[in-house]
């Protein structure tokens, strides 16, 4: 708090109320606070939207000094300054924006104690001169906004965050707050221990965003299914994430082709072509991005209706943080990601390739919930949470599984033509050449290779090429089929294709789910 309004005690009720217009306290607010107040380190665990600002702001009102918020974004500073500012709450921001001058005032009124809460990103803040200042002031806490930024566990690790466990030791007494929505257990642990939080309160708030429907289709044909998709949305806001910058090129241009209009985002762009597509997108003035995961915090853009996943992401954490940014206003929106096995075999490759062992195993670890994830023939959500350690025993109603259950069918006829089709072709060929075997098609390529005599050509001719994509995934995810990456994507039987292909067990396939069933869809205000 300020000189000023020390003057004027106030509780925790109080500047909820006459500052930020609020009558109650979300869950867990309260307490976080109170705590706070008392002086105690603390771990605010809440997704995004969920009211963390205030878990910091007021008691930084309440308690005698300034609280000195650490940021990794210029535009979040900005934002949140802006906001307090309308509020009547005094308020400041320090970063490299700021002409030399502008700074130089905004620090001496900092020294004087005349604000309640001053943003600085993680850099400044341990600035020698900066610590120096802040040596001469009354603190009344520090906190650290983005807090799993301090971890390798977490998903967008920042080597400026890495030395902000010093603040503990150099301020002992002045209580350290770390704010974050990302919430596994191994990056929850290691914010508490970089930040060397003693004794620390920590809150856990419910990870759920019950509004947002999440739905996996088996990736196909990419770029149609995307199209097919964002036509029917209706002018709504939207983002579709590429795990390249490359696809995010290529995917854009397609798109434009087919007269979609949209944008392109990533950090090969330079840094005003990046400020100009964000603030349309934040105006309305776009109504799509197409971008890599660089476009992320910081979009703070309450009425996005729906976030697509073009690529597999490669944690549930990230795939969390991305499609959480789809419904914030709490009305309807959707997410949608596109499964390919194929994209699996690369991203493991990736990840091997790794120069760190140790780490590249953490890696595969959450790779392989990602991939659980998007594998579930159970409830989305119920994965989903149970990743956060949240566990419920009810599926939510609102998510592909549950509005339209796979039906399991007898899978062993099927199976067997895929695999025998495999062999035929000497566990050589890829998924569309399989395909198109297996469907008898007129092909130069086919017939000069002669596959033409095969006794699997055109054993699958009734069935479309996307069912039996559908079809080879499914058997890719039980084991019977593996993709051969060191042999440019060959189809390979497991050592379990034997006793299917003699038809000594049972296998089950659910029915493929080809075309997308349009639903209701909420339209922007
Ligand atoms: P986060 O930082 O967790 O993403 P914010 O702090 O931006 O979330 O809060 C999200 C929204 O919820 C903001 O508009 C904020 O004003 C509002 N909010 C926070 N706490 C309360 C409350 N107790 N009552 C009503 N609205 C609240
Ligand atoms: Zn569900």
Redesign the pocket.
Known sequence: ATAATNADPKTAQQV?ERV?G?????TG?QDVIDHIIEGRDTLVL?????????CYQIPAMVRNGTGIVVSPLISLMQDQVEQLHELGVSAAYLNSSLSGEAQQQIQQSMLQGEYDLVYVSPERLLQPYFQGLLQRMDIALFAIDEAHCVSHWGHDFRLDYRMLGQLKSRFPHIPVVG?T?TADAATQADILLQLNLQEPFVFKGSFDRPNIRYRVMSKYKGFEQVADYVKQQDGNSGIIYCNSRAKVDDLYAKLHRTGVSCAAYHAGLDADEREHVQRRFLNDQTDIVVATVAFGMGI?KSNVRFVVHHDVPRSVESYYQETGRAGRDGLEAEALLLFDEKDVARVKQWIDQGDKPERNQVELQKFAAMEAFAEAQTCRRQVLLNYFSEFSDKPCGNCDICLDPPKLIDGLIIGQKVLSCVLRLEQQAGTQYVIDVLRGKQLKRIFEAEHQHLSTYGIGKDESDSYWHNIINQLIHKGLLRVDLTAGAALRLTEAARPVLKGEVAVNVAVPRLSFKAEKKPRQA
């Open positions: 909820l930020f609020y009558a109650t306290f979300r607010q809440l997704p995004t939207g969920g009211g963390k600002s205030l704010l929505a703070n």
